[in-house]
């Protein structure tokens, strides 16, 4: 009896190997006979461009299908870790967040295919998409652009009879005059999320440029490699320190703005509620959702410590996941967002820059952004220095909230100094310029 209880079990283990064995493989077969591949993005507003393109790129490719997945920004980085971890894969395509740190822990964990050899890689600037290669090996493409800037809303001027400010005296005038007329002079996205550091980064380089910095990657070299990394005793930083304290003391950048996500921010501007909006070109989208009409431009806003000139950065990153069964099906979808002609119409499409070789513009917003592109900003990726997360944006995220909140620069920068010096982790390379 046991014999055969023993025998029924082995049975059962062995067919449901088998079971599992063949779905797996039936998996992988339908997939390589029907060539469905996935597309997964977390700029939801892109969506309704891309199916268009999805469905063009389908009409020409008649043996391959796609799948179009769009995950919520709050979700993206924690639904690919559990993906990754559960060991089912993330996608086939991926447009990634251009997060450097989260782009380097997927490449550590083998998630993403090298693209090297691709022949579309030669459509790409060489100097932007080395940023995103590891080992000499690339895997992740910079496809759209972004600049992180001040914008105008030009019908809040308008109403009130204003001109754009040449000088900080007549930024400050403007700037009493609108918090009068109950309009909130500057508002942005502080709260305490990832999107925090690009609320007050152009103000930061504001600062920066008058020690002599030509971009945050290089004030943080300095400070890391010539002081010991002890950022927080450098005048500079207590410089930026005080502009905000003096900026929120004056209700011109209210401490209100720390509890408004970037979202919250972007729709009191497009609704005429804010007159500059301390964000990106990346916005463009989500103002035009809130307020078609809405008339804007970038500008350069000049303050007492320097203009806000912003600086380059990028919007999204193209890869492929590593463990897909259709890799050449992926490459070509990749070759054919990388035709110039392609690229341009989609840049149109979601008012963005598409950084392939050859886009020519048609859509007036974005030749506004290529013409800000092309200037001579610093350029950034969204992070740049490994463990940037615990190294630097969270503790001086901190330490800016507290002194917007009303906390004396002195007592913040105490605080600052003692959550520094409990970090654990340690900076392992910088990118330079």
Not at 11 to 19: D, E, G, I, Q
Not at 306 to 334: N, Q
Request: hydrophobic share 40%; aromatic share 10%; glycine share 4%.
């Amino acid at each position: 009896m046991k014999k055969i209880i023993a025998i029924c079990l082995l049975l059962s283990v062995f067919m449901v190997s088998c079971r599992k064995e063949n779905v797996d493989q039936c998996k992988v077969l339908s997939i390589h006979q029907q060539n469905t591949l996935s597309v997964m993005s977390w700029r939801q507003e892109d969506a309704p461009a891309m199916k268009n393109l999805i469905d063009d790129f389908e009409r020409s490719h008649p043996g391959i299908k796609m799948e179009m997945e769009c995950v919520s920004l709050p979700q993206y980085a924690q639904t690919i870790q559990v993906r990754l971890s559960s060991g089912t894969g993330v996608s086939d395509v991926i447009f990634l967040k251009p997060d450097l740190d989260f782009f380097l822990s997927l490449t550590n964990r083998k998630a993403l295919l090298d693209l090297s050899e691709c022949d579309f890689l030669d459509q790409y600037p060489k100097e932007l998409s080395s940023v995103y290669a590891v080992n000499e090996k690339q895997y992740g493409i910079p496809y759209t652009a972004n600049v992180i800037t001040t914008i105008c809303n030009k019908e809040v001027l308008n109403r009130f009879d204003l001109q754009m400010p040449r000088c900080w005296e007549e930024t400050e005038k403007i700037f009493n005059f609108l918090k009068k007329s109950g309009v909130v002079p500057i508002v942005c996205g502080g709260e305490q999320t990832d999107d925090m550091d690009k609320s007050y980064l152009p103000i930061f380089l504001a600062n920066a440029e008058q020690y002599r910095y030509q971009s945050a990657r290089i004030f943080f070299y300095y400070v890391h490699t010539q002081q010991t990394g002890d950022i927080l005793s450098n005048d500079m930083v207590q410089s930026f320190l005080e502009c905000m304290k003096s900026l929120a003391d004056s209700g011109y950048y209210p401490a209100e703005n720390l509890n408004l996500s970037k979202t919250q921010a972007t729709e009191l501007f497009a609704n005429g509620k804010a007159a500059f909006l301390l964000g990106d070109t990346a916005s463009v989208s989500t103002i035009y959702s809130y307020n078609p009409d809405c008339e804007f431009e970038f500008s350069q806003l000049p303050m007492e410590f320097g203009s806000l000139t912003g600086y380059k950065s990028i919007g999204t990153v193209l890869g492929i996941g590593s463990d897909t069964p259709a890799r050449e099906e992926c490459k070509e979808f990749i070759s054919y967002l990388s035709q110039p002609e392609v690229a341009t119409a989609y840049g149109d499409a979601i008012n963005q820059l598409v950084l392939v070789n050859g886009v020519t513009p048609q859509n007036e917003m974005c030749l506004k952004i290529k013409d800000l592109f092309d200037q001579k900003l610093s350029f950034d990726p969204a992070a740049c220095v490994s463990n940037y997360e615990s190294w630097y944006r969270k503790p001086f995220n901190d330490l800016v909230a507290r002194v917007i909140s009303g906390q004396p620069v002195k007592l913040a920068l105490e605080y600052g100094k003692k959550a520094y010096a409990e970090l654990i982790a340690v900076t392992k390379y910088i990118i330079l310029p």
